[in-house]
Structure formats: C-alpha cells, structure tokens
C-alpha cells in the first residue's frame, strides 16, 4: 500500500511531498524508472529522493528536535 502510494504522489499528483517511513524497501523508488533527468543537488530521479534524519529528545522537557543537514 505505502509503495503505491508513493508511486501515485510521483506519477499522478507530482505534489511536493515529504513521506516518512521505516519501511527500507521504499528506497528503491529513487532508483525505479532511472532516467537523464537527475537533479544534481539532491541525486534525485524522477523527483524521488532519499533521506535519513535522525532525532533528540530532551530527557527533562521531553521536547522533540529533528536533525538533519
């Protein structure tokens, strides 16, 4: 389901989006359907790009900060 997802968010709606997932088998979208048209800055085909952030969470105010480069 997740899979497709993230094919209708690329092929059909082409809406920017930020999907969030465990599931590592989603990487392999960047890769699927490989053309010339590569975005230098993000190595992204196809407007599917791959990314890995991490979190801290303050122990005392339990406040959560997202990071990432």
Known sequence: LAWA???HLVEVT???TLFATH???LTAL???H???DVDP???STNGV???HVSAHIDPS???LTMLYK
Do not use: L
């Open 5 to 7: 997802i993230c094919e």
């Open 41 to 43: 800055q993000t190595k």
């Open 23 to 25: 599931f590592h088998e």
């Open 49 to 51: 790009a791959n990314y």
């Open 14 to 16: 082409r809406a920017p």
């Open 34 to 36: 490989v053309n010339n």
């Open 61 to 63: 105010s339990r406040k």
């Open 30 to 32: 960047a890769h699927q």
